[in-house]
């Protein structure tokens, strides 16, 4: 066996597939611009003009895949980093690169502080019943 062969044998396992450290898909980025707005039930679509992902030559394959995941179906930052086997931090990197492409959108959930309060609605609901 020649030596580039034992390299090769030594640093790859065929059973394992691919391996891919996750600081090497954000190119050791640990946070992103829009990394703020990006929790995890935080809805990502993909913009209309974002016709060819694949022919962009700034994307990786894991850019391409969320905005494919995201064209059919807005997904959650939590649905992407399940569908594409890698860690939040990770997909919340990729996301805020997309937005900052405009591939994609992000509508962010309702603040919990921001919902009207329950005694409110129920005031409303006993009002229109005694109409």
Same mark, same amino acid.
């Given at each position: ?32 611009? /829009?990394?703020?707005?990006?929790? @995890?039930? /935080?809805?990502?679509?993909? #913009? !209309?003009?974002?016709?060819? +992902?694949?022919?962009? !030559?700034? @994307?990786? !394959? #894991?850019?391409?895949?969320?905005? #494919?995941?995201?064209?059919?179906? +807005? ?11 890698? +860690? ?18 992000? %509508?962010?959930?309702?603040? +919990? ?12 609901? %006993?009002?229109?019943? /005694?109409?």
């Amino acid at each position: 066996m020649s030596t580039d062969g034992q390299r090769r044998s030594q640093w790859f396992d065929d059973d394992a597939g691919p391996v891919v450290r996750p600081y090497a898909m954000t190119r050791g980025r640990t946070t992103s611009a /829009a990394q703020h707005r990006l929790d @995890l039930i /935080a809805v990502v679509v993909t #913009e !209309p003009h974002a016709d060819d +992902p694949v022919g962009d !030559p700034s @994307l990786s !394959p #894991e850019h391409v895949d969320i905005v #494919e995941l995201c064209r059919g179906t +807005p997904q959650s930052v939590a649905e992407l980093a399940a569908e594409l086997d890698l +860690p939040i931090g990770v997909v919340r990197v990729l996301v805020g690169d997309l937005v900052d492409g405009e591939f994609v959108h992000v %509508n962010r959930p309702v603040p +919990p502080a921001e919902l009207p309060d329950e005694s409110i609605l129920r005031d409303v609901i %006993n009002g229109l019943r /005694a109409l």
